[in-house]
Structure formats: structure tokens, C-alpha cells
């Protein structure tokens, strides 16, 4: 029984991570209305910029975290205003095209400046734990949980209550009518693509000291977070922390349990996308 909760505890604070990235993406799909494949390129940025403050500044990744978020608002800001707002009339398979070409440059781009190599940040407390009567919980996961679910309150609170936040939502329940109340669905899509980078640029300096940085990280978790939206619902943001959760939980259980699972993890959220698509296809029949 304590090795079931414990892996249950460890499932549940990943899956802080992976809600922080599939609410970006979330967000620039539900506002924007774009698929974006190279949202886990933020990620890996981000993952990147701690590693470089951490190694040759010593900068330690909590002072990252802000940096993190400022500098992959602008870059997303900026692919919003060169690449995404010309294409946002094209047809949804260039649009894809665009984001997926982009996703393999920034991965080679990375391969050629870092190389192949994971790297990993590695401040004193990484390896801070506690004991929590009969569980571990490591200092650096807790942390990066509660980070996660402060940014998502966060950002619940500003789409809720600030009238910026509130015109992101008009724009994305209706893209027409928001125009004829003077709200320049313009400058939404771009701060909505900006805060969707920020988030993912954040997970990525979490992500550098809980497990590594490399070309291919973002990837990766672009992909998780695509089943976590796909069991969600296509931009819904109320259904993202549950469904990571789902997500965390069945991929800590197989690590555990499965023989062989450490592998198999990996392959979890084609399984859960699967189930999740396969689930709607089935309700809308």
C-alpha cells in the first residue's frame, strides 16, 4: 500500500509540469485557433536558458524562472507577429505545415549549438528531500508543483477578473462579435500566444533541474501535452489540470508496476490520446 501512494504522490506532482505546458497550448489553440507543434520549443528554451545561466553565470534556476518567463514572452510575441498572424487566414494544414517546420528547425538549431547531450542544472538543493511520514518527497518536484499551480491561478485569476483576461475569452467564444464591442482581437491573439510561450518557457527551467535539457525535451512534451488536451476537450482550460493529473498518474503506475515500464512510460500518452480520441469519436457518433 505505501508503495501505491508513494507512486501516486509521485504522479501528482508531476503532473503540475504537465499541466503548466498543456495550458499553453491550450491557450494558443482555444484563442489563437492554432495548432502549434513548436510549443514545446519554448519549453526547451527555456530549459536551455537555465542550463547557460546555471553554467556560466551561476545563476541559480529560481532567479531563472522570471528571466525565463519575460524572454520567452517576447520570442513567442515575436513568432506570433513573423510567423502565426500571417498564416491565421491560411488553411489549417499550412498552418500546421509552418509550426511543425519551425519545431525541426529550433530542434536542429539546438542540435547543432548544444549537441545531442542532455544537460542538466544542478543547483545544492536538487537533491533536497523530506520525509512526509512514510512517503519522500523530493524538494525540487514539490516545488515545481506548487510553482505550476500558483502560475495556473494565476493566469484563472487574470482570465476571470482583469478586463485583459476577460477580452481573451470573448475573443476566443466568439472571433466576430468581440470587434463590435471595440476589442482588437489583434492585440489578444498576440498575448495570448506570448503568455502560452511564457508558460511553457517556465516548465522548461523547472524541467532542467528535475530531470534534463536537451534538443529533443520539447518535443517530448509537446506530445504529452497534446493527449492532455485532447482528454481535456480542444481548448479547455478547466479540463487541463484533471486531465494531467490522469495523464501523470497512469504514467507513475506503469513506471511502477509494469515489468519493463521505465521504458513503456514514454509510449503512456499515445495511449491516452488514443483513448481520448477514440472516447469523442465515439460520443459525437
Given amino acids: 500500500m505505501e508503495l501505491l501512494l508513494q507512486t501516486l504522490l509521485n504522479g501528482l506532482l508531476m503532473s503540475g509540469i504537465y499541466a503548466l505546458v498543456a495550458t499553453g497550448l491550450a491557450l494558443s489553440l482555444g484563442v489563437v485557433g492554432i495548432v502549434n507543434f513548436a510549443h514545446g520549443e519554448f519549453l526547451m528554451m527555456g530549459a536551455f536558458l537555465s542550463y547557460l545561466l546555471f553554467a556560466f553565470r551561476g545563476v541559480d534556476p529560481l532567479l531563472s524562472l522570471g528571466l525565463a518567463f519575460l524572454a520567452a514572452f517576447l520570442v513567442g510575441a515575436l513568432t506570433y507577429y513573423g510567423l502565426i498572424r500571417p498564416v491565421l487566414q491560411a488553411p489549417e494544414l499550412n498552418q500546421m505545415l509552418l509550426t511543425f517546420g519551425l519545431s525541426i528547425l529550433l530542434q536542429n538549431l539546438a542540435l547543432l549549438l548544444f549537441g545531442a547531450d542532455t544537460r542538466v542544472v544542478a543547483p545544492p538543493y536538487q ?42 475569452r470573448a475573443v476566443a467564444q466568439n472571433r466576430l462579435a468581440p470587434g463590435l464591442l471595440g476589442i482588437e482581437a489583434e492585440g489578444v491573439y498576440l498575448l495570448a500566444f506570448g503568455l502560452s510561450a511564457a508558460l511553457a518557457g517556465v516548465a522548461g527551467v523547472m524541467l532542467s533541474v528535475m530531470l534534463y535539457a536537451s534538443p529533443t525535451v520539447g518535443f517530448l512534451f509537446n506530445l504529452k501535452a497534446f493527449a492532455v488536451v485532447a482528454l481535456a476537450g480542444l481548448g479547455n482550460l478547466k479540463g487541463v489540470i484533471p486531465a494531467a493529473l490522469v495523464l501523470a498518474l497512469a504514467e507513475a503506475l506503469v513506471s511502477t508496476y509494469v515489468p519493463g515500464g521505465g521504458g513503456l512510460v514514454e509510449a503512456v500518452f499515445f495511449l491516452v490520446l488514443f483513448l481520448a480520441l477514440t472516447l469523442r469519436a465515439w460520443r459525437q457518433a
Avoid: D, I, N
Avoid at 147 to 163: I, K, M, N, Y
Fill in 127 to 168: 537533491g533536497a528531500a523530506f520525509h512526509l511520514g512514510p512517503f519522500f518527497v523530493g524538494a525540487v518536484p514539490l516545488g515545481a508543483f506548487l510553482l505550476s499551480l500558483a502560475l495556473l491561478l494565476g493566469l484563472h485569476a487574470f482570465l476571470t477578473r482583469v478586463p485583459l483576461g476577460l477580452a481573451m
